[in-house]
């Protein structure tokens, strides 16, 4: 299998968890990334975070798609990979 935990979880406008970017050994330059819990999230429950980021909402529309994840705030876009 390739890629890390995070390929299994999804995006939503009203996400629960944050991408956090974390230095595990003092004097690491590059951090890792660590998805962590805004709240308690009950067993059961998808786990899920903004793809967006924090994005304007004046993102380019070139690196946008259309969101499905039915968010009663659901901002209609999320982005992409762009090459």
Not at 17 to 42: D, M, N, W
Request: aromatic fraction near 8%; hydrophobic fraction near 40%.
């Amino acid at each position: 299998a390739r890629g890390g935990v995070a390929r299994f979880v999804n995006h939503s406008c009203a996400p629960n968890c944050e991408v956090v970017p974390t230095r595990l050994r003092r004097g690491q330059f590059l951090p890792s990334l660590s998805l962590v819990a805004l709240a308690a999230v009950p067993t059961g429950v998808e786990l899920c975070f903004d793809y967006a980021g924090g994005a304007p909402d004046d993102a380019v529309e070139d690196s946008r798609t259309e969101c499905f994840c039915g968010a009663p705030a659901c901002r209609g876009w999320l982005l992409r990979h762009v090459e």
